[in-house]
Nanobody, 125 residues
Framework: QVRLVESGGGLVQPGGSLRLSCAAS????????IGWFRQAPGKEREGVSC????????FYADSVKGRFTIIRDKTRNTVYLQMNNLKPEDTAVYYC??????????????????WGPGTQVAVSS
């Protein structure tokens, strides 16, 4: 059974850092497009970052460029989202998702087949 699970969320002060993890079971995510999305209360789900199958293509939303980094660790079958200089507007539930068909990645959630349950990130002083 294909399953994704996020971890690493929590409460952090503005300017702080968190590292989110996306772990997979039932398949190896090393060969697939993996995306990170977030959804704040009252807002639509937003594509934050993603990484292509070959790791050569990555995407970052303008709002997180220069602050967030997506990292694939093939030895651990895990994809990380390193988040630095966090801002209150980064507060949301963060989801990882896998697209098992595409080669390149993008922020549109439609191609993603499998989703984790999400992890809450709160940025507040």
């Amino acid at each position: 059974q294909v399953r994704l699970v996020e971890s690493g969320g929590g409460l952090v002060q503005p300017g702080g850092s968190l590292r989110l993890s996306c772990a997979a079971s039932g398949f190896t995510l090393n060969y697939y497009v993996i995306g990170w999305f977030r959804q704040a209360p009252g807002k639509e789900r937003e594509g934050v970052s993603c990484i292509s199958t070959s790791d050569s293509n990555t995407f970052y939303a303008d709002s997180v460029k220069g602050r967030f980094t997506i990292i694939r660790d093939k030895t651990r079958n895990t994809v990380y989202l390193q988040m630095n200089n966090l801002k209150p507007e980064d507060t949301a539930v963060y989801y990882c998702a896998a697209d098992l068909k595409s080669l390149l990645c993008g922020p549109d959630p439609d191609p993603y087949n499998y989703w984790g349950p999400g992890t809450q990130v709160a940025v507040s002083s």
